[in-house]
């Protein structure tokens, strides 16, 4: 069984940055590709962003390309999402995911998700 534990979430003025974190419990952390997914309220969950099992691959939503970043650290078993440049329309439940082999967008593809954390961007 694998958990997954984010946190970083918060209140964050528009242009402000926020760092989040997914820790990962039990499994094999190096064998799953880590995403992360948003959803806000009324709307579908949506992916963010992908990392490779090995870290050297990123892949991310248009939405976030260029203010977003993914990176993994295999010591610590945890996946990041630095979030610069937020705009409102960022504001969310942020979710992590993992799965084996290669990221996808699909949600419905992920094996096991974390609890989210909520990230709220004022205007």
């Known amino acids: 069984q694998v958990q997954l534990v984010e946190s970083g979430g918060g209140l964050v003025q528009a242009g402000g940055s926020l760092r989040l974190s997914c820790a990962t419990f039990?499994?094999?952390?190096?064998?799953?590709?880590m995403a992360w997914f948003r959803q806000s309220p009324g709307k579908e969950r949506e992916f963010v962003g992908g990392?490779?099992?090995?870290?050297?691959?990123?892949g991310y939503a248009d939405s976030v390309k260029g203010r977003f970043t993914i990176s993994r650290d295999t010591a610590k078993n945890t996946v990041y999402l630095q979030m610069n440049s937020l705009k409102p329309e960022d504001t969310a439940v942020y979710y992590c995911?993992?799965?084996?082999?290669?990221?996808?967008?699909?949600?419905?593809?992920?094996?096991?998700w974390g609890q989210g954390t909520q990230v709220t961007v004022s205007s």
């Open positions: 995911a993992v799965r084996h082999f290669w990221v996808t967008t699909n949600s419905d593809s992920y094996d096991y």
């Open positions: 990392i490779s099992r090995s870290g050297d691959s990123t």
């Open positions: 039990g499994g094999t952390y190096s064998n799953y590709v």
